[in-house]
């Protein structure tokens, strides 16, 4: 089992700069894929970024060049720099970790939300 705590939610004015944090504890050794999806109100669950194993990343084209993401193996932790925030980024942000077992099976953290006033 592996579990999920996010951090670093919040509110910030248009252009300014958050960073989201996502630790995993437990069998952290199984885990494969990290990323985070966000979904605003009245809107559907939507990919932001994600990281393999490897370090190759994936963006959503609203936020390539605005938003990194980084892991850290060694602390089982995912993070997503967001730069030149802009209202439409206002939502809730959940971490999803994909981790091998004899399948393939995914976890979710808690949601953290990011408010970008105008």
């Known amino acids: 089992q592996v579990q999920l705590v996010e951090s670093g939610g919040g509110l910030v004015q248009a252009g300014g700069s958050l960073r989201l944090s996502c630790a995993a504890s437990g069998s952290t050794f199984r885990i494969n894929a990290m990323g985070w999806y966000r979904q605003a109100h009245g809107k559907q669950c939507e990919l932001v970024a994600d990281?393999?194993?490897?370090?190759?990343?994936n963006y959503a084209d609203s936020v390539k060049g605005r938003f990194t993401i980084s892991r850290d193996n060694a602390k089982s932790t995912v993070y997503l720099q967001m730069n030149s925030l802009k209202p439409e980024d206002t939502a809730v942000y959940y971490c999803?970790?994909?981790?091998?077992?004899?399948?393939?099976?995914?976890?979710w953290g808690q949601g953290t939300l990011v408010t970008v006033s105008s």
């Open positions: 990281i393999s194993n490897s370090g190759s990343t």
């Open positions: 999803n970790v994909v981790y091998i077992t004899n399948r393939a099976l995914e976890v």
